[in-house]
């Protein structure tokens, strides 16, 4: 009578259990977790179609518990603890806080009084960079102006809108441009 690969696993994992129980233990560094990890493979291999010949049943079954494993461990990675879910609840809280939400309406009638106080031109080419995300090249095309005109025209705006706001607004203008601080 010949015996089919998955009855040759699944006798191998009863038969070496204690070895290989062990042998995870130490490379899991728990032997409950070896103990869970083995339970897992047992049922995997109970469901699996016939896996073919297998010429080390041994090195199989450990490769399918450290696969096992790596699965749980990329698992807990993604679950959040509790700390971190009430670290998020906390911050959606303050988020609706009605202080930072009359602040923030505040730095935005701030930020368009200074828009608004900048020439027309450096205007529609910082709202160009910054709001609509256009590209130096293009803004300069445009205007029919060099790149290096329109990175002054920004520099010029982010400074007034930084001195008008007294915050640091150093982001990048457009796309891959990016502007170091000078705080």
Do not use: W
């Not at 994992?13 to 032997?31: N, V």
């Not at 205007?143 to 982010?158: D, N, P, W, Y």
């Amino acid at each position: 009578m010949r015996v089919s690969g998955q009855a040759l696993l699944l006798q191998t994992l009863l038969d070496d259990y204690g070895p290989l129980r062990s042998r995870l233990a130490r490379r899991l560094g728990s032997p409950d977790a070896a103990d869970d990890v083995l339970q897992e493979a047992y049922l995997r291999l109970g469901r699996i179609e016939e896996p073919g010949a297998i010429q080390h049943p041994r090195s199989y079954l450990f490769r399918i518990a450290l696969n096992i494993a790596a699965d749980r461990r990329r698992s807990e990675a993604r679950r959040l603890d509790r700390s971190e879910v009430e670290l998020l609840l906390k911050l959606e809280h303050d988020e609706l806080d009605p202080e930072r939400v009359a602040a923030g309406r505040s730095s935005m009638r701030q930020l368009v009084q200074a828009l608004e106080q900048l020439p027309d031109r450096r205007r529609t080419i910082f709202l160009a960079a910054r709001t609509e995300g256009r590209a130096i090249s293009d803004i300069a095309a445009q205007f029919g102006i060099s790149t290096r005109m329109v990175e002054r025209e920004l520099k010029q705006a982010l400074d007034h809108c930084r001195e008008h706001l007294e915050i640091n607004l150093s982001h990048k203008f457009g796309p891959g441009h990016p502007v170091a601080s000078k705080d």
